[in-house]
């Protein structure tokens, strides 16, 4: 398990002044050195922490914004610098070598909007949710509350929905391989087959992450986790998604240096991050895309700017999570591993 990072802003440090300026610090932002603690910085500071744990299965919990603090000033302007590894430690560290590398720390807030809960809950949409708070049907601990914005803490809060209790589902991650004349939608005017038939009905609740055209086929995930759905398909998290495309015609790599350079179309920038041509022939050709980023019919409208006509287009890869033998019109759940690299890709 590759050893991940979690940033923690710890504000107004209350630390000892020197003659220096306030400053900015950022801390732990690569592995190839570690820096001291110069407590001049009276404003802001950003530290990366390193979590390691004796047990894989636990998972140390970093106490909040003044546990921290009192770290930090613990250390001292005095702090030595700690040498690491020349190259980064896979699956042990290097400051405790019977322990695991604990993957994703996450700095949240303990309190989320009423709405949010209720939605993760299954009871509606956020929408749908906001408009169950206002008619005054929710209560938080013995409470009736009819104001949007109100937060609670699931962990400790009591709420209610006309008198009963309230409790988030479980998060539940599932890969489907799409079939050619499925609609990625929750209802269809022309009544075509849709996304969601393809599960059992205890599962009928959840969306999918990103979509592929009615036309297309291959490997879509679905979830009812709303922050794992924004992380694979926006593009700062740079989830990589591969393609294998069927055209018309031969294509060479040099018909296809433009993917890569970039294509203008509808003023948008269409770019591939890489591709391969697996099989060129002259009546076919099959190409391996890879996209970081998901346009509108983005793989389509390359191609055709570049003069060919998609005969299949099929999704084989969404970060690790891989397509494999899956059958069409198939789903299966995802694993530990796959969520939590995909929750934490770069």
Known sequence: MNPLKSSL???????????NRPARYLFGKTLKAWYRFRPSCTRQAEITIYVTTSKPQGLRKIGRQTECHEALRARGCAQ???????????????????????????????????QKHLAEAGMGSRRACEEII?????????????????????????????????RPLPKIYLAVNKPRGCVCSRKDEDNRPLLSDLLPSEHRNLFHVGRLDWDSEGLILMTNDGDFALHVTHPRYQVLKIYEVDVDGAATA??????ERGIWDKGDMLRAKRF??????????????????????????????????????????????????????????LTATEVRLLLHSV
């Open 254 to 259: 040099a018909a296809l240096a433009p993917l």
């Open 276 to 333: 391969r041509v697996q099989r060129s022939r002259p009546a076919a050709s099959v190409i391996e895309i890879e996209l970081t980023e998901g346009k509108n019919r983005e793989v389509r409208r390359m191609m055709s700017a570049l003069g060919f006509k998609v005969r299949r287009l099929r999704r084989v890869r969404i970060g690790p999570v891989r397509l494999g033998c899956l059958q069409v019109a198939n789903w299966r759940s």
């Open 9 to 19: 802003a710890i504000s107004d440090l209350d630390a000892a002044k020197t003659g």
């Open 134 to 166: 206002t008619a005054g049907r929710v209560t938080i601990n013995g409470r009736r509350v009819n104001q949007l914005g109100t937060c609670v803490d699931p962990a400790t809060d009591e709420v209610k929905l006309d008198g009963r209790v309230v």
């Open 80 to 114: 030595k610098a700690r040498p690491v590894e020349r190259r980064r430690p896979r699956y042990r560290s290097a400051q405790d070598p019977g322990g695991e590398l604990v993957s994703p720390v996450h700095f949240v807030q303990s309190k989320v909007r009423l």
